[in-house]
């Protein structure tokens, strides 16, 4: 095959030769409109030049885009594929994929090819880690709602990339879709890898140093918020992680974000919920053995606002539970909070939607064998209705096969149980049951293996 140039078009040459005759087909393709660069995509696959001058162009002709087109974001993928080690081609291809698929252009692609482009796109940050403009094309492409939550990808592996890319650099816009993504992967990953994770320690230090940052500038933004949750993610169901966080001042930090914030409901949720975590880790209860600190969280535990003191309630709740020897401040200040805890919980009107999201129930089961202490069964239970009810589908399925229902039963059935533990247990009760009616009892609980990055 002959090529040659003709008005910054390329135009393909197939020459037959059949005895003494010639026969000259021309197919003309280039950057004047989307069929020709597709055409030339196509045809030029294997050659880097080509593929990089086409999409070139059309990056520039897909800045507005009415509609998805997946042919042409197919023939992206095949030059990214084509061309791994090419620098020019993957920032030009990484820059068509922005375009390709922002804002409603990815509803329109089908999930297999954002698949393909979304491992294409984090080969390429793994291949040019230190090309600042390639690391901003992919993270624009993948701080997408449609591929963060419905395409199948590496989780893991995308979520180590980004946080190596956040301690590399300080752009402020992009760091705030830097953490927008982590805190959403970070919620998709298994309890395994999220401690795995979590176990960098300069992970939970770089997210650490921006909430002082913003706390310092006395800033609520939504950097602010996406770090708050990304640490409340990666710290859920971890002791390694949460023990990173104490160990890097984490509690002090938090405190004072508390203190800068008094009225911000919304970071004080994610505060507390991170801190909840804390309070869910036995070893680290000495910690949290502070006046000052257990005064605030007594403080929140009464705010109007439900989802702040449901928080403040658990942090108490797990630090009540182990018993007065474990107790090291005032045994009167331990008395009062069992009193406020109760009172505080009945107070609570019903959220109308799901206000929190659990990995597992494994962290309520201790709690629910506190019949001294009714106050910490209560905020258990209640805890259990309220995500079973909102979500039954997910959260009915999940208690019974953890074992739940022999617990709850447990509770019905001793004389000693809190007349308001004993109504919430037979509510859940009640929709348990009414869900293995319409659904069948699942197979006895099983804990998933670790899943292995790839």
Same mark, same amino acid.
């Given at each position: 095959?002959?090529?040659?140039?003709?008005?910054?078009?390329?135009?393909?040459?197939?020459?037959?030769?059949?005895?003494?005759?010639?026969?000259?087909?021309?197919?003309?393709?280039?950057?004047?409109? %989307?069929?020709?660069?597709?055409?030339?995509?196509?045809?030029?696959?294997?050659?880097?030049?080509?593929?990089?001058?086409?999409?070139?162009?059309?990056?520039?002709?897909?800045?507005?885009?009415?509609? %998805?087109?997946?042919?042409?974001?197919?023939?992206?993928?095949?030059?990214?594929?084509?061309?791994?080690?090419?620098?020019?081609?993957?920032?030009?291809?990484?820059?068509?994929?922005?375009?390709?698929?922002?804002?409603?252009?990815?509803?329109?692609?089908?999930?297999?090819?954002? %698949?393909?482009?979304?491992?294409?796109?984090?080969?390429?940050?793994?291949?040019?880690?230190?090309?600042?403009?390639?690391?901003?094309?992919?993270?624009?492409?993948?701080?997408?709602?449609?591929?963060?939550?419905?395409?199948?990808?590496?989780?893991?592996?995308?979520?180590?990339?980004?946080?190596?890319?956040?301690?590399?650099?300080?752009?402020?816009?992009?760091?705030?879709?830097?953490?927008?993504?982590?805190?959403?992967?970070? %919620?998709?990953?298994?309890?395994?890898?999220?401690?795995?994770?979590?176990?960098?320690?300069?992970?939970?230090?770089?997210?650490?140093?921006?909430?002082?940052?913003?706390?310092?500038?006395?800033?609520?933004?939504?950097?602010?918020?996406?770090?708050?949750?990304?640490?409340?993610?990666?710290?859920?169901?971890?002791?390694?992680?949460?023990?990173?966080?104490?160990?890097?001042?984490?509690?002090?930090?938090?405190?004072?974000?508390?203190?800068?914030?008094?009225?911000?409901?919304?970071?004080?949720?994610?505060?507390?919920?991170?801190?909840?975590?804390?309070?869910?880790?036995?070893?680290?209860?000495?910690?949290?053995?502070?006046?000052?600190?257990?005064?605030?969280?007594?403080?929140?535990?009464?705010?109007?606002?439900?989802?702040?003191?449901?928080?403040?309630?658990?942090?108490?709740?797990?630090?009540?539970?182990?018993?007065?020897?474990?107790?090291?401040?005032?045994?009167?200040?331990?008395?009062?909070?069992?009193?406020?805890?109760?009172?505080?919980?009945?107070?609570?009107?019903?959220?109308?939607?799901?206000?929190?999201?659990?990995?597992?129930?494994?962290?309520?089961?201790?709690?629910?064998?506190?019949?001294?202490?009714?106050?910490?069964?209560?905020?258990?239970?209640?805890?259990?209705?309220?995500?079973?009810?909102?979500?039954?589908?997910?959260?009915?399925?999940?208690?019974?096969?953890?074992?739940?229902?022999?617990?709850?039963?447990?509770?019905?059935?001793?004389?000693?149980?809190?007349?308001?533990?004993?109504?919430?247990?037979?509510?859940?009760?009640?929709?348990?049951?009414?869900?293995?009616?319409?659904?069948?009892?699942?197979?006895?609980?099983?804990?998933?293996?670790?899943?292995?990055?790839?």
């Amino acid at each position: 095959m002959e090529h040659f140039a003709c008005r910054n078009q390329l135009c393909f040459l197939r020459k037959w030769l059949t005895g003494y005759y010639r026969l000259w087909h021309f197919r003309v393709s280039g950057e004047g409109n %989307a069929t020709q660069i597709a055409e030339a995509l196509r045809r030029y696959s294997e050659r880097s030049f080509f593929v990089r001058e086409a999409l070139f162009h059309l990056f520039s002709l897909t800045h507005v885009m009415d509609r %998805a087109t997946p042919e042409m974001l197919k023939l992206v993928v095949l030059g990214m594929r084509n061309h791994p080690s090419n620098l020019p081609v993957q920032l030009a291809a990484s820059a068509c994929v922005f375009n390709l698929t922002k804002q409603d252009l990815a509803a329109g692609m089908p999930v297999r090819l954002l %698949a393909d482009v979304t491992h294409l796109l984090l080969q390429a940050m793994e291949h040019f880690p230190n090309h600042q403009q390639l690391q901003k094309n992919c993270l624009l492409s993948l701080c997408s709602d449609r591929i963060l939550q419905d395409v199948p990808f590496n989780r893991f592996e995308a979520a180590k990339l980004v946080m190596q890319w956040l301690c590399n650099h300080e752009d402020q816009n992009m760091q705030r879709m830097a953490v927008a993504i982590i805190s959403i992967l970070a %919620a998709k990953l298994s309890t395994e890898q999220t401690a795995q994770l979590g176990a960098e320690l300069f992970i939970v230090r770089q997210l650490l140093q921006i909430v002082k940052q913003k706390t310092n500038q006395n800033l609520v933004d939504t950097t602010l918020k996406f770090t708050l949750s990304a640490l409340w993610n990666l710290t859920d169901e971890s002791p390694t992680t949460c023990r990173h966080f104490i160990e890097n001042q984490g509690l002090e930090l938090f405190m004072k974000v508390l203190e800068s914030f008094p009225s911000e409901s919304s970071i004080q949720q994610k505060v507390l919920g991170l801190l909840n975590n804390i309070a869910e880790v036995r070893e680290l209860h000495s910690e949290l053995m502070l006046k000052n600190f257990i005064d605030h969280i007594n403080k929140l535990l009464h705010s109007v606002e439900v989802e702040v003191s449901y928080f403040a309630a658990g942090i108490i709740a797990h630090l009540i539970s182990r018993g007065e020897e474990t107790w090291t401040l005032s045994s009167s200040l331990r008395n009062t909070l069992v009193e406020q805890l109760h009172s505080a919980i009945l107070k609570w009107p019903t959220p109308e939607c799901e206000m929190v999201a659990y990995r597992s129930f494994n962290p309520f089961f201790p709690l629910l064998g506190c019949f001294s202490t009714p106050g910490v069964q209560l905020w258990a239970v209640w805890a259990m209705q309220h995500v079973c009810s909102k979500n039954p589908a997910r959260y009915c399925s999940m208690l019974i096969e953890e074992g739940g229902l022999r617990q709850l039963y447990h509770i019905k059935e001793n004389g000693d149980t809190d007349p308001d533990v004993q109504r919430i247990v037979n509510a859940i009760l009640d929709s348990l049951e009414k869900y293995i009616v319409r659904h069948g009892k699942p197979p006895p609980y099983k804990k998933p293996s670790a899943t292995k990055p790839n």
